[in-house]
């Protein structure tokens, strides 16, 4: 099991970037696929985007493609969401999220999560 710790969330226009941190603690980090959810009031948790961690290969939820870009640095045991283009819909809470599972997408397939960072996008 890692332990995860997400940082860099805040207050940002329409428009206007910001980029997520994901700091792991505990064993094996370059063993896991790492992923990004978000969570809306009132909605269920989502899928954004994971990188895996035998091919590091990327896959992102279609709302978030080509504005979002999921990247990791297994030497500082760190993965990172840089977000681009926001847009009020993008307003969540944004969590953190490890697996052994290479492609998984869905959130009860990831055992290891963090506390979250909220992002809010005003229009």
């Known amino acids: 099991q890692v332990q995860l710790v997400e940082s860099g969330g805040g207050l940002v226009q329409a428009g206007g970037s910001l980029r997520l941190s994901c700091a792991a603690s505990g064993r094996g980090f370059s063993t896991y696929t790492m992923g990004w959810f978000r969570q809306a009031p009132g909605k269920e948790r989502e899928f954004v985007a994971f990188v895996n961690w035998n091919e590091g290969n990327t896959y992102y939820a279609d709302s978030v493609k080509g504005r979002f870009t999921i990247s990791r640095d297994n030497a500082k045991n760190t993965v990172y969401l840089q977000m681009n283009s926001l847009k009020p819909e993008d307003t969540a809470v944004y969590y953190c999220?490890?697996?052994?599972?290479?492609?998984?997408?869905?959130?009860?397939?990831?055992?290891?999560w963090g506390q979250g960072t909220q992002v809010t996008v005003s229009s």
């Open positions: 999220a490890a697996t052994k599972c290479v492609y998984c997408r869905s959130p009860r397939d990831f055992g290891s």
